[in-house]
C-alpha cells in the first residue's frame, strides 16, 4: 500500500501502482484553501462532508465511485464503511454531521476520521475496532485539538497514526494549528516520510508509531 498526503484532509491510498491497481481519494479540496488542488485518476472517492476544502469531486479524473453518505460499499476488492459522527461537540448543532471512513484495502484497515468533532462514543469505536493506520484532524477549530486527538488515538489505537487538517505553509484556512502540537500532546516520537509504503506485514505489532507525510 502506498498512501500519500496531498494537503488538508485529502489523502491519495492505492493498494500497489500501476495500471492494475486501485486507487482511493480522501476529502479532495478546492485550490481556494491555497493548496494545489487534486487533479489525478482514482476509482473511489470519499466525502466526510459537504465543505468546499473537502468536497471537491469534480478535480478528479477518470469516472470515480462517489461515497457520501454512511453506510456499507464494496467497490474494486475495496470495503468501505461510512460511519456516522459530528462536526463539533455538540451533536451537530454548530457545523452539522461528519461521516468516519473505514476503508479496507490491500489487507490493511484504514481510518479516516474527516473533520470528526468529538471524542468516539462506544459505537462508533466499535466499527472502528481493529484500525491499522489511523488518518487524523489535529489542527482544532473546526476539528478535535491535539489533545482531544491524542484521546481519541487513546480510544482507537492504532499501529500507525497519520496527523491531517493542520496548518501547513500556504494554507487559507484560518485558526488552525500546526502540527507540533499534536506531536508533543501524544509524546511519540515521529518519523517524517515523502510517502508512506507498508504493507501488512510490515505493520509495527507493540507500539504505535507516528507517521506525518510532506505535501
Not at 24 to 35: A, N, R
Not at 53 to 72: L, M, S, Y
Request: proline fraction near 4%.
Amino acid at each position: 500500500m502506498i498512501i500519500t498526503y496531498i494537503g488538508h484532509s485529502c489523502f491519495k491510498i492505492q493498494d500497489k501502482t500501476g495500471s492494475e491497481g486501485v486507487t482511493v481519494v480522501t476529502d479532495p479540496f478546492d485550490k481556494k484553501i491555497g493548496l494545489k488542488a487534486p487533479n489525478f485518476e482514482a476509482d473511489i472517492v470519499t466525502v466526510s462532508h459537504d465543505h468546499y476544502d473537502h468536497n471537491n469531486v469534480g478535480a478528479i479524473r477518470g469516472n470515480p465511485f462517489i461515497i457520501d453518505t454512511a453506510g456499507e460499499y464494496d467497490k474494486k476488492d475495496v470495503a468501505v464503511q461510512g460511519i456516522d459522527s459530528y462536526h463539533d461537540a455538540k451533536e451537530g448543532a454548530e457545523r452539522g454531521k461528519n461521516i468516519i471512513y473505514r476503508i479496507d484495502i490491500d489487507d490493511i484497515s484504514v481510518a479516516h476520521l474527516g473533520d470528526l468533532g468529538h471524542i468516539l462514543n462506544t459505537k462508533q469505536l466499535e466499527r472502528l475496532e481493529g484500525t491499522d493506520i489511523l488518518l487524523i484532524p489535529v489542527g482544532g477549530k473546526y476539528t478535535i485539538d491535539a489533545k482531544k486527538a491524542a484521546e481519541v488515538v487513546g480510544q482507537i489505537e492504532p499501529r500507525i497514526v497519520i496527523p491531517m487538517h493542520y496548518n501547513v505553509k500556504g494554507l487559507k484556512v484560518d485558526g488552525l494549528d500546526g502540527v507540533d502540537k499534536f506531536v508533543k500532546e501524544i509524546g511519540l516520537k515521529p518519523t517524517y516520510e515523502d510517502k508512506l509504503k507498508i504493507s501488512k506485514k510490515d505493520l509495527p505489532q507493540e507500539d504505535t508509531e507516528l507517521v506525518i507525510l510532506q505535501i
